[in-house]
């Protein structure tokens, strides 16, 4: 083996059941460490015509251009306005970085396998983007499935447009 392939295989181990949480109302949801980028200050967001309505917009984040999903709008939460605790959790769909506006980023969790259950009726429910449902003690994450934040036809539409 490689050392690169070794390195990888620690990289991937090291992040395995880990999960970067955020709050959006009073909901806890989760995204696979391996997902996030960083996590960044709300900066100044450029929008663009012909977008889905939960995309915001664009930013540039030292010279890469990419864009910004408000969580709220996508999940069809209630509106608020920013504030100091919103952030964005730059994220890799597909190998797109894309933006989560968030109400708050929480803590990076470990949840052991043995607490991660499926959603119930997901596709039924409407909850396509909940992956599994991790269990704490007194409380439930629900852990996003990156890769169904944005469908094919999205991604393109996106792509298109930048």
Known sequence: MTENVVEEDLIEESQKNKYLTFNLSKETYGIEIRYVTEIVGLPPIT?????????????????????????RLRFKKEIINYNDRTC??????NGMSVGLIVDMVS????IAE??????????????????NIGKLDNSVVLILDCNQLLNNDELNNINVSM
């Not at 929008?47 to 969580?71: H, K, Q, T, Y």
């Not at 964005?88 to 769909?93: F, L």
């Not at 803590?107 to 470990?110: F, P, Q, R």
């Not at 043995?114 to 992956?131: C, Q, S, T, W, Y």
């Open 107 to 110: 803590e990076v969790l470990d």
């Open 47 to 71: 929008p663009m015509p012909e977008l889905p309505d939960f995309i915001s917009g664009v930013i540039n984040l030292r010279g890469i251009i990419f864009p910004v999903m408000d969580a």
């Open 114 to 131: 043995h607490n991660i259950v499926a959603p119930p009726l997901r596709e039924n429910m409407g909850r396509k983007f909940i992956k």
């Open 88 to 93: 964005i959790v730059v994220i890799d769909i």
